[in-house]
């Protein structure tokens, strides 16, 4: 299995950005899709879910503010973000449920 993340920056506080990602190797409109994050110095953190079925789930910082959605018939992840605050500024990768693998991740910097 494959993953490309793309479509991170640098941006404004309060300001959005869509991430993408490409996943390639496995069944891709089977699987759980997951989005995570790594800030400077701290571990890899869970960000969003979403089933294949379409029920979603998000860690509270980003609810409200970050959105996550698919595109099976492009096998493309998204993660839509707005309001960014900088506390968000992080690397991020997507991969599926219970993976060991993971992409290169795409930088995301909320800075003025």
């Known amino acids: 299995e494959q993953y490309a993340e793309s479509g991170g920056g640098l941006v404004q506080p309060g300001g959005s950005l869509r991430l993408s990602c490409a996943g390639s190797?496995?069944?891709?409109?089977?699987?759980?899709m997951t989005w995570h994050r790594q800030a400077p110095e701290k571990a890899r953190e869970w960000v969003a879910t979403?089933?294949?079925?379409?029920?979603?789930f998000y860690t509270d910082s980003v609810k409200g503010r970050f959105t996550i959605s698919r595109d099976d018939t492009k096998n493309l992840l998204y993660l839509n973000m707005s309001s960014l605050k900088p506390e968000d500024t992080a690397v991020y990768y997507c991969?599926?449920?219970?993976?060991?693998?993971w992409g290169q991740g795409t930088q995301v910097t909320v800075s003025s």
């Open positions: 190797g496995f069944p891709f409109s089977e699987e759980i």
């Open positions: 991969q599926k449920a219970q993976s060991s693998t």
């Open positions: 979403l089933f294949p079925g379409g029920a979603t």
